[in-house]
């Protein structure tokens, strides 16, 4: 077992998104934990902090099961100016009130346009309460309105910055069995999946409507030791409890802590620990 303290942060490309559970805190521990390789797989690509600041692969494909995320990441790679004009048409004061809100996420709910939608998505994203995204069982998306004191800064340094490391990029919606089976000897593997329960704690997993289970955790640490008996190197981050480290069994462990500030409740929040379950490297 490696046991690293958490370095001082270097300045790091930031996402355009906010995201539960987003990684741009830890990249210090995440980034030197990724062996070498060609191609960055990502299965739950999430606000795509590690993607923006792991420069040392030539290319990167990057999953997710969030069809809108994903969609939305197509849409910035292949149409940045369209959906800038779209998107930033929405932020200012006449969107922000409950009612303009609550339009706009019904709206998103039965649009069909992509680009659209795509701009619904990250108005939404930066309007709603703490950033969450949540559907409920119909996937219809229902965070509620998070009232900003102010306008939210339109992030338009972060989705340029974002469009052109996406031109080394391909975009799939998709489980992450799909993704992770993409994979081939020169890839190297990293999974951010939903978290298992910290011991006497309940995290986060309401990503989308189909939830995130025990099966899926197990199914996930079967793919990465059956990788890495490939020759190919799997990272999973999760929280640091008991169940991990029994779940991660024969990966290099890698712990260290991580201080969240986007959650729904309050009192999850602060310094916890993390580990990173490194799998086949050598």
């Not at 797989?41 to 030539?58: D, Y």
């Not at 990441?73 to 800038?84: I, S």
């Not at 008991?242 to 500030?261: C, K, P, Q």
Request: hydrophobic share 40%; glycine share 10%.
């Amino acid at each position: 077992m490696r046991n690293h303290p958490l370095p001082q942060a270097t300045k790091a490309a930031k996402p355009f998104l906010k995201w539960v559970g987003g990684k741009s805190r830890l990249l210090s521990n995440i980034i030197p934990a990724l062996p070498p390789g060609r191609r960055l797989i990502e299965p739950f690509v999430g606000g795509g902090s590690v993607f923006l600041n792991a420069a040392g692969f030539e290319k990167y494909v990057l999953g997710d099961s969030n069809k809108h995320l994903i969609e939305l990441y197509q849409t910035v790679a292949e149409r940045p100016r369209e959906f800038m004009g779209l998107s930033v048409s929405m932020f200012n004061d006449r969107f922000r009130t409950s009612e303009r809100y609550l339009d706009v996420r019904r709206a998103f709910n039965s649009e069909g346009n992509v680009l659209m939608r795509s701009a619904q998505f990250l108005y939404l994203n930066r309007f709603a309460f703490n950033g969450l995204c949540r559907y409920n069982r119909a996937g219809q998306f229902n965070v509620p309105y998070g009232h900003p004191k102010r306008v939210p800064r339109f992030p338009a340094e972060q989705i340029l910055a974002f469009t052109e490391q996406a031109q080394r990029a391909t975009f799939v919606h998709g489980d992450f069995t799909d993704l992770m089976r993409l994979a081939e000897p020169g890839d190297v593997v990293y999974c951010d999946p939903p978290y298992l329960d910290r011991d006497g704690a309940t995290s986060f997993r309401a990503y989308g409507p189909a939830g995130f289970g025990m099966d899926r955790q197990c199914e996930l640490a079967d793919l990465a030791r059956g990788l890495a008996g490939r020759d190919i190197p799997v990272v999973v981050s999760n929280h640091d409890c008991m169940t991990a480290r029994e779940l991660y069994a024969g990966a290099d462990i890698v712990t260290f802590n991580a201080r969240r500030s986007v959650s729904a409740a309050a009192g999850s929040r602060g310094s916890v620990g993390e580990i990173l379950a490194v799998f086949g490297a050598r």
